[in-house]
């Protein structure tokens, strides 16, 4: 069992820098893709980043812009989401999730595991 717990969430202005990171338990993470995703109140869950198990892939959500990066750490068992610029639409819950092996999806339901979420809160 896989445990995901992410951190890094805050209250910040427009045009601020967050950093989120998630931590997984277990000894699989350096095997698993690992995904960012978002929801904002009444919306639906949205793909935000994915990373390769090895690192060397990335791939990011449409709204992204060259504004957040993504990268992982394997020694840590970490994967960071480095988001500058924000804005207040980038206002959400953000969720850390893994599946085993290659995935090269953005959908939800393809990820196993989920952490609880961090709240970024971003004052226009």
């Known amino acids: 069992q896989v445990q995901l717990v992410e951190s890094g969430g805050g209250v910040v202005q427009a045009g601020d820098s967050l950093r989120l990171s998630c931590t997984a338990s277990g000894d699989t993470f350096s095997t698993s893709t690992m995904a960012w995703f978002r929801q904002a109140p009444g919306q639906e869950r949205e793909f935000v980043a994915r990373?390769?198990?090895?690192?060397?892939?990335?791939y990011y959500g449409d709204f992204v812009k060259g504004r957040l990066t993504i990268s992982r750490d394997n020694a840590k068992s970490s994967v960071y989401l480095q988001m500058n610029s924000l804005k207040a639409e980038d206002t959400a819950v953000y969720y850390c999730a893994a599946t085993p092996g290659l995935r090269l999806s953005s959908r939800p339901g393809s990820y196993d595991y989920w952490g609880q979420g961090t709240q970024v809160t971003v004052s226009a």
């Open positions: 990373i390769t198990p090895s690192g060397g892939g990335t």
